[in-house]
């Protein structure tokens, strides 16, 4: 607006329609008791165009206390409150990926526990099932020995013993190493 459209004129040529009318009661209320206001008028330009100011208006009284003017200072805030609104849901939208990206690291957790615990199982299992016929062979290998064997069977019993000894030093160790993740194990002096 130009210096001369508003010269005489009231503000309510800006209204937009969208300021709540409960504003304009508090606004009223105030100015009218001789108190200064402050708050967010919803407005409209010349044009058309809507903006968002916020407002400090003060009644100016005479010595009497008669109310005589009204001095406003207004400030534009159209693009601070856009910003803030665009801000408010881009924070929202970063705490919906929060939590979407929590569920699925509580999902992966849980897919990775689950293989933890079948792994551990496995082993032990796997782990009895080979020590089962190692110790037959073991003892069987102690009851060739002792049957007086030609020298090459001798030879023979005694690489089938290291190796078995060796086999079931390996599958103790996978036993103890599945006990410790399972919290099993019981250590010892």
Do not use: C
Not at 72 to 101: F, M, N, P, S, Y
Not at 111 to 117: I, L, P, Q, V, Y
Not at 145 to 152: F, G, I, N, W
Request: overall charge positive; cysteine-free.
């Amino acid at each position: 607006f130009s210096k001369e459209e508003l010269l005489g004129r009231n503000p309510r040529i800006l209204k937009s329609g969208k300021t709540p009318p409960e504003t304009y009661a508090d606004l009223w209320a105030a100015l009218k008791s001789g108190r200064a206001w402050q708050g967010e008028l919803f407005n409209r330009r010349k044009d058309g165009s809507e903006f968002i100011e916020w407002a400090h208006i003060v009644p100016l009284s005479q010595p009497d206390g008669l109310i005589t003017h009204y001095v406003g200072v207004k400030q534009d805030i159209t693009e601070k409150k856009r910003l803030a609104t665009e801000l408010e849901v881009h924070r929202h939208h970063l705490v919906e990926l929060v939590e979407e990206r929590t569920a699925q690291l509580a999902g992966a957790r849980k897919k990775a526990e689950t293989a933890n615990r079948a792994k551990s199982a496995f082993l032990a299992n796997m782990s009895h099932e080979i020590r089962t016929p190692m110790s037959a062979i073991v003892g069987l290998t102690h009851l060739l020995q002792r049957e007086q064997p030609t020298a090459q069977q001798a030879a023979r019993l005694s690489k089938i013993d290291t190796s078995a000894a060796h086999l079931l030093a390996i599958i103790n160790d996978i036993l103890d190493l599945s006990k410790i993740e399972a919290g099993k194990l019981t250590l010892e002096h």
